[in-house]
Every structure is written in structure tokens, then in C-alpha cells.
């Protein structure tokens, strides 16, 4: 399953950072973007996920986020996000890295996530940068705008072409250079930045592993793949013996 050496790192490292995409979510019920079942009606996620098709045809881009609004509300979270979330409390640092807008790894108790996409659990209007949450009545509309200003409300997620907000960038970054060993899991790697922190943490020293069911454009770069769904493989890992500086050691 995994290396001797995963094993020693693990049990001796006190700063650990994983990495996470929409693979991690698709074991509770979440398509992923890309592979067979990634394209929602005829769209790509790209064709979508963007600030030019919003303003085309907000409608559209609407119905699409409302129907992933509707399945991340009535998943739960899997053995996997339980398994991370678990972790936070054996290292001394640990973070988690996100390009996944759905809670999940928060509704299963992880406290220090970074979501590098956004939250589809936010929105905000575009005129006076107003927010508004899920159940605010302006988003009953097909066509949600905004209640002071008429301004259009959009999803406030990271759309291809945006910058991640800088903060959140920049303590991923940190979290990257300090982990000892740095998890990239259900993530193709293929979306920039975010794509770029596995090679960050590596050069900084970090011991990089990849979870995945199947290799990915990370995975020449991984000193250790684990081939397997991340529900499965990530419980595993809570075997391998640690003093679990947090709560243990004096
Ligand atoms: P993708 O859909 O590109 O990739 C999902 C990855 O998860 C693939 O490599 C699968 O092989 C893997 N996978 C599927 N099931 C798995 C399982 N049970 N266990 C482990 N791995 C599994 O999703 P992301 O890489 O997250 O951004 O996509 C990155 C970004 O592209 C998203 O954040 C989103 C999208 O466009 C924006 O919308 C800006």
C-alpha cells in the first residue's frame, strides 16, 4: 500500500500539508471535472467557469452552479475528508490545500483550509461587491441581482482567468515550504497555480506523494504514488504510529 519510507517520514514529521481535488469528493457523490463524467450538458468545466460566460449568458452559468449546489447539499462527507480532518490533530502543523469549493473537508471537522477556488456556499454581487448567502431570496431568481445595487450576483469562486485571492495564495505557498511531506490527492494537476504547489513543497524539501486512482501530470514528479481512491488509501495512513505531538507528547 505504502513505502517504508512514507512510513518513517510520517512518524517522525511535524508539518504536513495536503493537497486536495475534486477526487477526493467524488467518493461522497461529487462529479469531478474532467474524465467521463465531467462535462455537464454539452459545456466544459473551462466553458463555464468564467467571467466572459457569465456576462454572456449568466443564466446558464447560474443553472450550472445551482445543480452543483444541489448535490454538494445533500452529500455527506467520506471516510477520506474524516481521515484528513483526523490528521490535524496528530501533526503539529498541518494544513489543508483545497481547489474544492464544497465544504467538505470543513463539514468534516478540518479547521485549516485553504480554498484556493472559493466556496460555492458564498456569493457576491459584481456592482457593490455585496454578499449574499445561498439562502438570500435575490438568488431564487434564475438571474439573481443584487438588492441595493441591481447588480448581478455571482458565485463567489475563482473562475479561469482570476486570481486567487493573494492571502490565501500566499499562505498555501508557506504551508507548501514547510511540509516535511505534502500530499497531492483526486487532483488531475492540471489547473495553475494551484498545479504549481506540489513542485513548490518538493523543492523546499518536502517528501511528495501522490494519491490518485490513476497517474496524473504530478505524478513523474511524486517520490511515491499510491494507486488507489482516496477513501480507501487515507484511513490507512492513521495506521502508521505517531506521537501525535498535539495531544500526546509532553
Ligand atoms: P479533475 O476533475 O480535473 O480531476 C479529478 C482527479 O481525481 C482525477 O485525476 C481523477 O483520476 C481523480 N479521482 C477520481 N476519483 C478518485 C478517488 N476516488 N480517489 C482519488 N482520486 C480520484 O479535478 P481537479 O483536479 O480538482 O477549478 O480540477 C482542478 C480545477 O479544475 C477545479 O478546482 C476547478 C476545475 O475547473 C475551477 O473551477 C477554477
Redesign the pocket.
Known amino acids: 500500500m505504502f513505502s517504508r519510507a512514507l512510513a518513517s517520514r510520517l512518524s517522525n514529521a511535524e508539518s504536513v500539508t495536503v493537497f486536495t481535488?475534486?477526487?477526493?469528493s467524488?467518493?461522497s457523490g461529487v462529479p469531478?471535472?474532467?474524465?467521463k463524467e465531467?462535462l455537464w450538458k454539452k459545456f466544459k468545466?473551462?466553458e463555464l467557469?468564467n467571467f466572459d460566460a457569465f456576462m454572456r449568458d449568466p443564466r446558464l452559468v447560474w443553472e450550472w452552479y445551482r445543480h452543483r449546489m444541489t448535490i454538494v447539499s445533500s452529500v455527506v462527507p467520506n471516510p477520506g475528508h474524516y481521515a484528513i480532518a483526523e490528521m490535524e490533530n496528530l501533526f503539529k502543523d498541518f494544513s489543508v490545500i483545497t481547489?474544492?469549493i464544497d465544504n467538505l473537508h470543513q463539514r468534516a471537522g478540518s479547521r485549516t483550509v485553504y480554498e484556493l477556488?472559493g466556496s460555492i456556499e458564498r456569493n457576491f454581487c459584481i456592482g457593490c461587491g455585496r454578499d449574499f448567502p445561498n439562502d438570500a431570496t435575490a438568488l431564487k431568481e434564475a438571474v439573481p441581482r443584487c438588492d441595493f445595487c441591481s447588480g448581478l450576483i455571482r458565485p463567489d469562486?475563482?473562475?479561469?482567468g482570476e486570481l486567487i485571492p493573494g492571502d490565501i495564495w500566499n499562505r498555501s505557498v508557506s504551508a507548501a515550504e514547510r511540509a516535511e511531506v505534502f500530499f497531492s490527492?483526486?487532483?488531475?494537476?492540471?489547473?495553475y497555480p494551484?498545479a504549481s504547489l506540489p513542485s513548490i513543497a518538493k523543492r523546499a524539501g518536502a517528501y511528495f506523494v501522490e494519491?490518485?486512482?490513476?497517474p496524473?501530470e504530478l505524478t513523474s514528479k511524486a517520490d511515491e504514488f499510491i494507486c488507489g481512491?482516496?477513501?480507501s488509501v487515507l484511513p490507512r495512513l492513521l495506521s502508521i504510529p505517531h506521537p501525535g505531538h498535539k495531544h500526546g507528547s509532553p
Open positions: 481535488g475534486a477526487g477526493i467524488a467518493e469531478t471535472f474532467r474524465g465531467g468545466v473551462e467557469a481547489q474544492n477556488h469562486v475563482v473562475w479561469f490527492i483526486g487532483t488531475s494537476g492540471v489547473v494551484a494519491i490518485n486512482v490513476e496524473t481512491k482516496s477513501a
